[in-house]
């Protein structure tokens, strides 16, 4: 029987309620599909709750445990407990990231047609949507020199053509499996890694994959078309810090980021998968939170972790059929906790019900 080794990383804040979720969604997925696999999970400790058990933020065994691993999946890391000490929480996981070689962050977006009026914008605008952020993950201002001197401080920004083609090359592939369109999405009439940036992207289509429609945006028009027309847009290609910030933008439109599921995926090795939402410390052990992200990026995990397409496709089915019969949570408008949403969602999983859409996101 094949054994699947899943790392599971709590974290901080709502980190270990909605890592509990999705843990319950894939032990039933193990349960109701009669193949030859099973699950075996590993809990070790990031963020906040490292540093304060050990001093650090990534701690050795915790990397140890996830290079050795098949997937891992993580809560959220952060707090403000941490944000005045020598090493904060988020270091881990850009640490995780760059250790691992997840150059490649994936956080598809579509809205569920009940939910659309939970969008802070208008039906017609909103309908529809169905596009994927392909955002560089290991280089950029995040992981450059970082100086404060006196009362001056800088951060480098460095890009490499390699950095740029491998990213690009993912958007384009994953652009063919979609709707054959790229958005990429760069500060090129100010920023001198942009300007590479839109060189190498450029290039990359041009000699292999002129089949693909390719559009340039500056970030700062995008941020604003992202809300007047969002269903304009198929696959976004940006770089690191843009990526973080548009994402999270994009991930409103669908009415909470609490719905957002990413995927952090590298050329060979384990990927990392994980909710949007970040650690919500303000409702941190109330089970309150909303665990959708959380279980939607656990069939990511199944799909692109570790190739369970008929795994995964019973999850994303049952969490759309869960929200179609009216399973909410507060930040949808409900009254359901995290714990009753999940329940909801493995009461569908247990029916077998199908799905009429999937989120569509592919790469290579």
């Not at 707090?79 to 598809?108: H, I, M, S, T, Y």
């Amino acid at each position: 029987m094949k054994e699947y080794r899943i790392t599971l990383l709590p974290g901080d804040g709502v980190g270990p309620e909605v890592t509990r979720a999705a843990r319950e969604v894939l032990e039933v997925v193990a349960e109701r599909f009669h193949r030859q696999f099973k699950f075996k999970f590993d809990t070790h400790l990031i963020g906040g709750a490292a540093i304060d058990a050990t001093g650090e933020p990534l701690p050795g065994d915790t990397l140890t445990a996830c290079r050795a691993s098949d997937a891992v999946f993580l809560g959220a890391v952060g707090g403000p407990q941490w944000e005045r000490g020598p090493k904060r929480p988020e270091q881990g996981l850009l640490a995780l990231r760059k250790a691992l070689g997840l150059f490649a962050n994936v956080r598809p977006l579509r809205i569920y047609p009940e939910l659309v009026d939970r969008s802070p914008l208008k039906a017609e605008i909103v309908e529809d949507v169905d596009f994927v952020v392909f955002r560089e993950l290991t280089g950029g201002s995040y992981f450059g020199e970082k100086k404060r001197v006196g009362d001056t401080a800088s951060d480098e920004c460095v890009y490499s053509v390699g950095e740029v083609e491998r990213i690009a090359r993912a958007a384009f592939i994953a652009a063919r499996a979609r709707r054959g369109k790229v958005t990429s999405v760069d500060k090129a009439n100010v920023l001198e890694t942009s300007r590479l940036w839109r060189e190498v992207v450029s290039e990359v289509h041009a000699r292999d994959f002129s089949d693909v429609r390719l559009e340039h945006a500056l970030v700062d028009s995008m941020s604003m078309q992202l809300i007047r027309q969002p269903r304009a847009y198929d696959v976004i290609l940006t770089e690191n810090m843009f990526g973080d910030i548009l994402s999270d933008e994009a991930s409103v439109l669908g009415g909470s980021i609490g719905l957002a599921p990413s995927a952090s995926v590298g050329a060979g090795g384990p990927g990392l998968f994980e909710p949007v939402h970040g650690s919500a410390p303000d409702i941190a052990g109330r089970d309150i939170c909303n665990p959708v992200g959380a279980i939607i990026s656990a069939a990511l995990l199944l799909r692109y972790g570790l190739r369970l397409h008929e795994e995964a496709d019973a999850i994303e089915a049952a969490v759309e059929s869960a929200i179609a019969r009216g399973a909410r949570t507060s930040d949808l408008g409900g009254k359901l906790s995290c714990t009753a949403m999940t329940d909801a969602i493995i009461d569908r999983l247990h029916q077998g019900d199908s799905a009429h859409h999937r989120v569509q996101m592919h790469w290579g």
